[in-house]
């Protein structure tokens, strides 16, 4: 029987064929492999059989690799009696099949076995040098199209006379090979290079051979592996440890209800190696470990408070009005990633066309993510303990005048500005009591900078150990995780305990059940509460640098001020200023069953119960606040006690029902069929009680509370039902078709034809490559064209906006007030899904022995029935009005991965790089009409929420630049009747030091009908990650960089403001380049106070270049020599370190480029993000 190869095998091949001379070519049969659970099978022997065709045989029915050398089984045929195979599983097969002819077999990864001679396949040779030892055989590649390899070369033969009178002094060397896990690895070929001397390791991995000298060169290779040189010197011993070729194995992807070899796709999935990302990064949560790591993936934390640092993704950018968060699936049902540890996750996809996301229907618009946590692997128990501990502080503080005496000087300048000849604030006795000071009493007279309550570092921890193992009928991975975030404000620390246990039974060889378990309980400060929008961090600028935090005796300050104004707010006192507790628990379960009745045939079935909880209570904590100058309580700690009780819970069913069919026909045809329905219940609710005037404060129930309690809460449901399909077809791995059909029904939805909605998708793929006129390229190894087409849904709205709503009102009738209901939301009844139509097409490329790879993305994106609200008659009345499905926004754009791997020496680099480019526009809105919300604008034709802002001219900063100002007001038409008008009414007259706007519509007068638009919406056009790694010996170092470009945004933040108040910081940018008479290169306009807003009017002056380069993550490891930890009873220790977000490269001048949102895009309400330093310990058991 002829072997078959696909392409996905053939550089491993050309490798192999590389590593060996002449007299080193192997032979080895490849089969197409699928991870499916294994059945019973059996392989018909009627009559003798070769070994060699009954080994390809199992790999069709099982579905899996089966490797072996030509030599290794030539000659060996199986009688019909020998062979008795039903109802056995692959391995017993093996072990029967291969024991009595000297031959083993060993598994590799998920779906690939090597067979190997346990027997030397290399013995002494007479006619050659003393020690040199040759194959028995010399072995030919057989693929299915032949591959030539030179004739082999005989040896050199010498005399024997030589032999006696120059005897070679040579030198023994022994050993052993091992995995990355430590085991031993049978077969592996240890050749002398340049010659044809060697050996093979035995069933342990050990091997012994002579070698000429000193400088020899030994050769490790072994199929599946990467093979490495070890230069022989003084060594007598060489234990060598080989690396997973993971190119050469075949690399199977995660996708919607299944996996898929990556060589097989037409859909655009991006897959990111998370157990690899988490194993050195200081990862609080998931969703912020994403940036730079995937084409296509927008990631923002903007808030980075501990317990809440989740950011937010984008996929593709934002297709909607609306919602654009993408789909998460936590093995196999929709879940927060955030709660999950990341110490947990194995492998993430990202689905982000149709073809791969249309399985997911009606939720999938905005793309989807699928997580795969960490399962129990067959073999001895290995426990590992990995963690670190990390110094933390923020990345970035605005810098604001700290010295009060100029803070008191800038605002009696400001005041000036305003109000000529206007008292100051701060006469100057009292500015002389800081200046004659001079930091002699800085309890009294201080000088404080506010980046030292936030600026402070702190150190955060965690800390995990898993355990993963099983036999041939059960496999678990079990963890247990701690997490300890401190924050760098005390009282917003944030601690997490974690737990996962994953089980897989294989009760009957027919039958596999499981159970995924896992379970968090965090609790958080009651603080933290207090940095949320219009607290804590927006609150440190609405102080001064007068105020001291807290006093050394523990007294919180209040402003010092001399103007007598003490009740500026402190931040420290704050957060301070409440006790209790929040708490949150979260149980997950999932229970699955795999039944495989026949051959071909699956039936899975799983239930799933997710609930979270979540609990509050609070109560005051009055603090007095202190003007220390004064020595006097200037705010007193005063209030009326209570006691607040807030709960949320959460619960989600979901269960599925699948049914699989797959078979690979000997014309080359390939199958795969899954059909399914699932159900999906979800439900959240939330109570909120507060009561007054305990009757005790030390009692912490709402009981002890006498009067004026409150109560209020709600709750929500909603319930799906689906029904979903699959179909790949595939003939001789050359092309690739894949159609999916989802049916969603949702009770978010009227009953009828709006309730249910249909989701197709069509794909194809051309693997190239593996065509005829193809074979001379053997440069180019793997060449892929796929393009894909489909429809995708989003139900992401209110829930039942197709009912109107009432509620109870009191109307007078005859004099006499009644008590009925009244309409207050008019229903849609004919509201329906959102509905993307996305195109794709793709080219994915390997070439070099697959050194360089990659995929080129072209995609467009246009969502259809987005939900906004239309104008309506006013005869509606007070009722609100519903939404309609009436808005298009289209997205287009352009992704680029690649990656270049190779090896010099014992050096391993790996480069690689990802970007992706959006356009977006909104293609229907409300025809003329724009919305226009602070500095955005919303408008057909345009990009989604641009900013529409005045443009400036420029400061004015001389006489000349007056002349201008009273030209416009010259010339300035006149109104209607006859009156000449004034061209700066809107905004103020500009006076020196002020900034001019343009008249952009030339009507000569100055006002909003000036505004354009700048900008391409609220996210960044270009999207890039760079990583590096390196590993030598047992050093790795790698490197993470990621980026924005493209994105403008309006610098809004109480920092930036020229309009400075008394009891307000004062930027030092901005008071460093003010204008002040006699200047004229003033990068800011004059100082004015609050109650002047012409500097303060929405312009692109304003408008900042969000783009950025951050140094994301950079680390070295080191992992300890086997032979030490060998000694110390341990399998592995790897020390590492790293810093995190250390370096950012940007012209942005407020807090973070990367904050984003907030309120009204004001970045100074979010917790900075963090910079950390890393120290860690992994060990492995």
């Not at 066309?353 to 997911?360: E, L, M, T």
């Not at 737990?499 to 294989?506: D, F, I, M, W």
């Not at 380069?1109 to 020599?1121: A, D, E, F, S, T």
């Amino acid at each position: 029987m002829k072997n078959f190869t696909p392409t996905y095998q053939l550089p491993l091949l050309l490798l192999i064929c590389q590593l060996g001379t002449a007299g080193w070519a192997q032979t080895m049969a490849f089969t197409k492999s699928k991870v499916i659970p294994q059945t019973d099978m059996s392989v018909n022997v009627s009559a003798p059989k070769r070994l060699k065709d009954i080994l390809n045989e199992l790999s069709r029915q099982h579905k899996v690799s089966i490797l072996f050398e030509e030599s290794v089984v030539k000659g060996i045929t199986i009688g019909s009696e020998t062979v008795q195979t039903s109802s056995r599983k692959l391995e017993k097969q093996l072990e029967s099949l291969l024991k009595p002819y000297g031959l083993n077999y060993k598994k590799i990864g998920q779906s690939q076995y090597v067979v190997f001679s346990t027997k030397s396949e290399m013995l002494p040779s007479g006619q050659n040098t003393p020690g040199t030892v040759e194959m028995k055989n010399p072995l030919v590649l057989h693929v299915e199209r032949e591959i030539q390899t030179p004739p082999v070369t005989p040896l050199v033969t010498m005399p024997t006379s030589t032999l006696v009178n120059k005897p070679i002094a040579e030198i023994s060397i022994s050993g052993k090979v091992i995995d990355e896990k430590g085991d031993g690895l049978p077969g592996v070929s240890i050749v002398v290079k340049g010659t044809q001397r060697g050996t093979t390791a035995d069933g342990n991995g050990k091997y012994s051979l002579q070698v000429p000298d000193e400088k020899t060169v030994l050769v490790f290779s072994f199929v599946g592996y990467l093979p490495k040189e070890v230069i022989v010197g003084k060594q007598t011993q060489i234990n060598v440890s080989l690396q997973t070729d993971t190119k050469a194995l075949e690399e199977v992807v995660v996708v919607g209800y299944g996996t898929q070899k990556k060589v097989n796709l037409t859909g655009a999935v991006a897959t990111i190696d998370m157990a690899k990302v988490a194993e050195s990064r200081p990862i609080t949560s998931l969703s912020s470990s994403l940036y730079g790591l995937a084409p296509g993936l927008s990631v923002n934390q903007g808030n980075a408070r501990p317990g809440g640092d989740g950011a937010s993704l984008l996929i593709r950018g934002s297709g909607t009005l609306n919602n654009a968060s993408p789909l998460v699936i936590v093995d196999g049902v929709e879940s927060n990633m955030n709660n999950l540890n990341p110490q947990d996750v194995e492998t993430i996809s990202i689905l982000k066309d149709a073809a791969s996301a249309a399985i997911y229907g009606s939720r999938a618009a905005n793309g989807v993510i699928l997580i795969t946590t960490k399962k129990g692997k067959e073999g001895t128990m290995k426990i590992n303990y990995n963690g670190y501990v990390a110094a933390q502080k923020a990345t970035r503080l605005v810098e604001t005048v700290s010295d009060y005496v100029r803070h008191m000087e800038l605002y009696n300048e400001s005041l000036q500005n305003t109000t000529p000849g206007v008292s100051p604030t701060f006469p100057q006795s009292s500015i002389d009591l800081w200046k004659n000071d001079a930091g002699q009493n800085p309890l009294m007279y201080p000088n404080t900078d506010w980046r030292d309550l936030f600026g402070q570092n702190v150190i955060s921890q965690n800390h995990n150990i898993s355990m993963n193992g099983g036999t041939e009928k059960i496999k678990f991975f079990s963890s247990f995780g701690y997490l300890n975030n401190p924050g760098i404000i005390e009282n917003t620390g944030f601690r997490r305990y974690s737990g996962r246990v994953n089980l897989e039974a294989k009760v009957k060889p027919y039958l596999t059940l499981g159970l995924l378990a896992s379970g968090t309980n965090s609790s958080t400060d009651i603080g933290t509460d207090a940095l949320d929008n219009n607290s804590a961090f927006r609150w440190s600028a609405s102080t001064s640098p007068a105020m001291v935090y807290r006093s050394p005796d523990g007294r919180y300050g209040a402003s010092n001020s001399p103007d007598g104004s003490g009740v500026t707010n402190n931040a420290l006192a704050t957060v301070n200023s409440r006790k209790g507790d929040i708490s949150q628990n979260r149980l997950a379960t999932r229970f699955f069953g795999v039944f495989n009745p026949i051959k071909g045939l699956t039936l899975e079935g799983s239930y799933n119960y997710e609930q979270t909880g979540y609990l509050k209570e609070q109560q005051p904590v009055f603090l007095d606040r202190w003007s220390f100058r004064t020595n006097s309580v200037v705010v007193a700690g005063t209030g009326r006690t209570y006691v607040l009780n807030r709960s949320e819970r959460t619960l989600r069913k979901y269960m599925d029902g699948l049914i699989r069919y797959q078979n690979n026909f000997t014309n080359g045809l390939n199958i795969h069929a899954m059909v399914g329905a699932s159900q999906e219940y979800y439900k959240s609710s939330w109570f909120e009680a507060q009561k007054y005037d305990l009757t005790d404060p030390s009692l912490q129930v709402i009981n002890s509370a006498t009067i004026d309690a409150d109560a209020s809460g709600t709750a929500s449901d909603w319930a799906m039902n689906s029904y979903f399909g699959r179909l790949n077809l595939g003939w001789k791995d050359k092309y690739l078709l894949e159609g999916n059909l989802r049916y969603d029904g949702s009770s978010r939805f009227r009953a009828g034809d709006t309730r249910w909605g249909v989701f197709p998708s069509i794909s194809a793929g051309w693997r190239i490559t593996e065509e005829n006129f193809m074979k001379g390229m053997g440069w180019l190894d793997n060449l892929k064209l796929r393009a894909s087409y489909g429809a995708l849904g989003n139900n992401s709205i209110g829930n039942y906006d197709y009912q109107a709503l009432y509620n109870s009102s009191n109307y007078i009738l005859n004099g006499t007030l009644q008590t009925g209901f009244a309409q207050t939301a008019i229903a849609n009844a004919i509201i329906t899904w959102e509905s993307t139509y996305v195109s794709n097409i793709g080219l994915d490329f390997g070439m070099l022995q697959n050194r360089l790879s990659g995929s080129l993305e072209l995609f467009n994106k246009d969502t259809r029935n987005i939900l906004i609200g239309l104008p309506a008659p006013n005869v509606r009345g007070t009722a609100s009005l519903p939404q309609q499905n009436a808005a298009r926004v289209r997205n287009k754009g352009v992704e680029l991965n690649l990656n270049w791997s190779n090896r010099v020496g014992e050096l391993k680099y790996q480069i690689g790089g990802n970007m992706a480019f959006v356009d977006n526009k909104v293609t229907k809105f409300k025809g003329d009409e724009r919305t226009i919300s602070n500095e955005n604008l919303l408008q057909e034709g345009l990009p989604a929420n641009v900013l529409f802002v005045l443009a400036a001219d420029r400061i004015l900063q001389t006489p000349a630049d007056m002349e201008i100002v009273q030209a416009i007001i010259a010339n300035a038409p006149v109104n209607a009747a006859g009156q000449k008008q004034n061209p700066f009414a809107a905004f103020g007259t500009p006076q020196l030091g002020d900034i001019l706007y343009k008249d952009l519509n030339g009507d000569g007068i100055i006002n909003n009908d000036d505004k354009y638009v700048v900008g391409h919406g609220t996210s960044p056009r270009l999207i890039y990650g760079i990583n590096l790694g390196l590993q030598w010996k047992g050093f790795d170092f790698a490197c993470l960089l990621q980026g924005t470009g493209g994105f403008k945004d309006y610098w809004l933040d109480d920092w930036r403001t020229p309009t400075p108040a008394a009891l307000y910081l004062i930027n030092k940018d901005v008071a460093d380049g003010r204008w002040v008479p006699g200047r004229t290169d003033a990068t800011y306009p004059r100082l004015l106070t609050s109650t002047t807003t012409i500097n303060r009017a929405l312009s692109d002056f304003w408008i900042v270049d969000k783009s950025y380069l951050r140094v994301k993550n950079i680390q070295l490891g080191y992992r300890l020599p086997k032979a030490v930890t060998q000694r110390m009873s341990i399998e592995g220790i790897r020390v590492y370190c790293s810093l995190e977000n250390f370096l950012t490269f940007t012209n942005y001048r407020g807090f973070d480029p990367e904050i984003r949102g907030g309120n009204s895009g004001i970045d100074s309400f979010n917790y900075p993000t963090m910079k950390q330093s890393t120290i860690g310990l992994s060990i492995d058991f």
